[in-house]
């Protein structure tokens, strides 16, 4: 199956910095990349959807200055957690789709904001 | 608003029987299942799909049933084997939203060898 990359895997920050998260899909263009947050035994929660060269489309309580999102290229994807707060501690996961149906998710991201 | 729901948060099997894990939705609008396996620490990875054409899909030890009147689907795996032991997650897709997926909250399954 396809590929997508996520670095770093882990990462812990002060309260207060940012943190870059990449993705990055290897093996095929992705024409939309997703962004999920999971907290500790929920569900995978949408933050926001990203196409290639446009804005990204976030969901219902999630502040799109607070978690920005880049889609530069049909391979990449970053995802920006600005001003990081203890709360926003989480495992953040992306996917990839290119023309298909299925969602190819990466490896996740640790995020533990002290 | 939980669209996609996973009744069931943990499911124990014996090594060798068959494990059947639940998912209900409520949008009658999706067109486009999917089951996830999730280990901790690690991205969902794809196990098996089927379009709402379908009632049927069969991989392998791995079956998904869809009853759309009842907006129920289900994965069946037989013969459980213990490294099948991880979260599942269940998700749909509506039509015309693109590739968004909405996901159940995961159920928990342990095969005991």
């Known amino acids: 199956g396809a590929v997508v990359s996520q670095h770093p895997s882990r990462v812990i920050c002060k309260s207060g910095t940012s943190v870059k998260i990449e993705c990055r899909s290897l093996?095929?263009?992705?024409?939309?990349m997703f962004w999920y947050r999971q907290f500790p035994k929920q569900s995978l929660m949408l933050m926001a959807t990203s196409n290639e060269g446009s804005k990204a489309t976030y969901e219902q309580g999630v502040e799109k200055d607070k978690f920005l999102i880049n889609h530069a290229s049909l391979t990449l994807s970053t995802l920006t957690v600005t001003s990081a707060h203890p709360e926003d501690s989480s495992f953040y996961i992306c996917?990839?789709?290119?023309?298909?149906?299925?969602?190819?998710f990466g490896p996740g991201t640790r995020l533990t904001v002290t | 608003d939980q669209q996609v729901k996973q009744n069931s948060p943990s499911l124990s099997v014996q090594e060798g029987r068959i494990s059947i894990l639940n998912c209900d939705y409520t949008n009658s609008m999706f067109d486009y299942f999917l089951w996830y396996k999730k280990y901790p620490a690690e991205g969902p990875t794809f196990l098996i799909s089927?379009?709402?054409?379908?009632d049927k899909n069969e991989d392998g030890r791995f079956t998904v049933f869809l009853n759309k009147s009842a907006k129920h689907l289900s994965l069946h795996i037989v013969p459980s084997q213990p490294g099948d032991s991880a979260v599942y997650f269940c998700?749909?897709?509506?039509?015309?939203?693109?590739?968004?997926?909405?996901f159940g909250t995961g159920t928990s399954l342990t095969v005991i060898p």
């Open positions: 998700a749909a897709r509506a039509r015309n939203t693109g590739n968004q997926f909405y």
């Open positions: 093996d095929f263009q992705a024409t939309t």
């Open positions: 089927i379009s709402s054409i379908k």
């Open positions: 996917s990839a789709s290119g023309r298909g149906n299925e969602q190819y």
